[in-house]
């Protein structure tokens, strides 16, 4: 990987996304991840452009589905670097079913979730993590609803790895992402990315606050139950216009869903990617049936 950000990026000056863009591929740098070895999935809007700018294998999947493409393909290729990334529309809300249940089955990848609090691609709708009261061109008269607590709601499914962070704080953001990338399980990052063409209003301007830095939010990040406090206070505090961010959940002893199915003999020997390209197995003659009929 090339450390930078790819200058053919079509996203609007200022966007957050060129943050997100920026610490991964400085994560991958420092980590020395070859792209030849890695897979980024992303679903659709503007964070679906991720994976056109990354150097990695790509994946540019459907509405809310990065997360299934991508835990298939960690299945048949388990020495891939999976990342999956997608907006919190995208993420939280068609996708909403496939997070909870990617947490719950600790697949060992890192789902970066771009969080503006806004549909963005599409022109500026209400998105699950909108403000209750924000006002969009499908919420005229504001938004009635509470918005989502994706930290909570990663925790509860089982992700064993959890962490906010903001494109205005690109330090932090890269130590974050080597973390998760690191961790072996499910990491999810939930990464504050400001909108300035659609969400003008998005709190992520104002300045945030590193918890691990900030003696007032100490608790232990191994602890469930405080880990869950932890993380409520800053979903709560985020609307109040205090953005609280830093490592929420660390689970460095469950295991993920690979080592579990390998455990109980439910996955081959061979990954289904080598077995592929194996010629001994039937697979060499299911090749030749396609390639004499194209
Ligand atoms: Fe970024 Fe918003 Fe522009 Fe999309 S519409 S590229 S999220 S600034």
């Keep these: 990987f090339t450390p930078g950000i790819e200058p053919q990026a079509t996203w609007c000056p200022g966007c957050g996304d060129f943050g ?14 070859d792209p030849d070895e890695t897979l980024l999935v992303t679903g659709i809007g503007c964070s679906g452009k991720l994976s056109s700018y990354f150097e990695s294998y790509g994946f540019h999947s459907i509405h809310g589905r ?27 809300g068609i996708g909403g079913n496939h997070f909870v249940h990617t947490a719950r089955e600790n697949h060992d990848m890192t789902y970066v979730v771009f ?83 659609w969400n003008k209003d998005a709190k ?31 979903e709560s505090a985020l609307y109040d216009g205090t953005v609280l961010t830093g490592r929420f959940y660390h689970d460095e002893t469950r295991p993920s869903y690979h080592e579990e199915k390998q455990s109980v003999g439910e996955l081959p020997e061979q990954p289904l990617a ?3 390209f194996d010629p001994d197995r039937e697979w060499e003659r299911s090749l030749e049936l396609v390639e004499n009929h194209t």
């Design 20 to 33: 997100v863009l920026k610490a991964l591929k400085g994560a991958m740098v420092e980590l020395g991840r």
């Design 66 to 92: 990065s997360l299934p493409v991508a835990r298939a393909a960690k299945l048949a290729n388990p020495g891939l670097e999976v990342v999956a990334a997608g907006g919190d529309g995208d993420g939280y």
């Design 115 to 197: 969080n503006n609090e806004i549909f963005g691609l599409t022109k500026g709708q209400t998105s699950p993590t909108s403000p209750k009261g924000h006002k969009s061109k499908t919420q005229p008269h504001g938004s009635a609803k509470d918005p989502i607590r994706p930290l909570s709601l990663s925790l509860t499914g089982g992700a064993s790895y959890i962490a906010r962070t903001a494109a205005v704080n690109p330090n932090q953001a890269q130590e974050i992402l080597v973390e998760a990338i690191e961790h072996d399980g499910f990491s999810h990052v939930d990464f504050l990315t400001q909108c300035p063409t």
């Design 204 to 234: 992520q301007y104002v300045p945030y606050v590193d918890i691990q830095k900030n003696e007032e939010y100490e608790f232990d990040i191994t602890d469930r139950r405080e880990a869950g406090e932890a993380m409520y206070e800053a």
């Design 274 to 276: 080598e077995q592929y």
